[in-house]
Every structure is written in C-alpha cells, then in structure tokens.
C-alpha cells in the first residue's frame, strides 16, 4: 500500500459523515418539537419541578416551573408562577431540579417549550436541540470536505 494516509483519511471522513447524520437524525425532530408552540414566544428561565413519572398504569409527563405574566396581560410583568408539562416533554429527558430555559406563548404563558437545558451533574448530558442540529452540519460538512480534499 503506497499510500496508508488516503485509505485512513477517506474511513475519518466517512465516520464523521456518519457521525453527522446520526446527530442530525435526532437533532431535527427535537428542533421541530421546539415548532410546537406556533409562535417565537418569549423565553424565560425555569426548573424541572417534578420529573415523569408512574402512578399504576398510567405515566405523568414531567412539568417545569417558570415565571411569566398573566393569562390575558402580555404586557404585565412576570409575577405569576406556572407549572405545566412542557408541550415537547418526550423529546429529551426532564429530571427534577434541573435548570431550563424555555419559551412561552405571549398570548397563552400556559403553552411552553424547553429550549435548552443544563444538568450540572458531572456525566450528564445537557440538552440543546439548536446545539445538536449545528453539530450534526458541522460533521456532515467536515466529512463531505474531508473526502473531497483527498481526490483533489
């Protein structure tokens, strides 16, 4: 084999190409969850209050805990306490105590999607559906430019 570094370089390549599009396989049903609310919303930070779980037979989603206005009064400061299941819970998982950030419909704060969330316990996983999905591009793209930079 004259040439060992082409063979190792073209496998790296196609191992990031993979690589990026098992990351964009679940990044990009997580981003449309965050479609979910219909509107941008506005975001606010909150906890994870209670994480899911299972009472007899049935399973009850997690909920988080945020502050946003009234119903009714978008206008109005952030004075009310909600606690509500997020609307795409099954997209990652939500523990107790855990830090979000979230988005809520202006006109309804009821409605809320997790943007992001931040678990400072070491070996856990944080999530961000935006993060994942850049991620997931750039090991598509490295692994695509990879390969192309060796025939050239």
Do not use: C
């Not at 219909?38 to 007899?56: F, I, K």
């Not at 998982?93 to 997790?114: E, W």
Request: proline share 11%; net charge positive.
């Amino acid at each position: 084999m004259d040439q060992p570094w082409l063979t190792i370089t073209l496998v790296m390549a196609a191992g990031a190409l993979a690589l990026g599009i098992a990351i964009l396989r679940t990044a990009l049903p997580q981003r449309r969850a965050l479609g979910r609310l219909g509107v941008r919303g506005v975001r606010t930070r909150g906890e994870v209050a209670r994480g899911a779980r299972r009472e007899g037979p049935n399973v009850h989603p997690p909920q988080v805990r945020y502050l946003a206005p009234p119903v009714g009064r978008p206008d109005a400061p952030p004075t009310q306490t909600y606690r509500r299941t997020p609307l795409n819970h099954e997209s990652h998982p939500l523990h107790a105590g855990i830090p979000v950030v979230l988005r809520y419909d202006p006109a309804d704060p009821r409605r809320v999607v997790v943007v992001h969330t931040k678990d400072g316990r070491p070996g856990k996983v944080s999530y961000s559906a935006t993060a994942n999905l850049t991620w997931g591009i750039f090991f598509v793209l490295f692994g695509m430019g990879m390969g192309v930079a060796m025939f050239l």
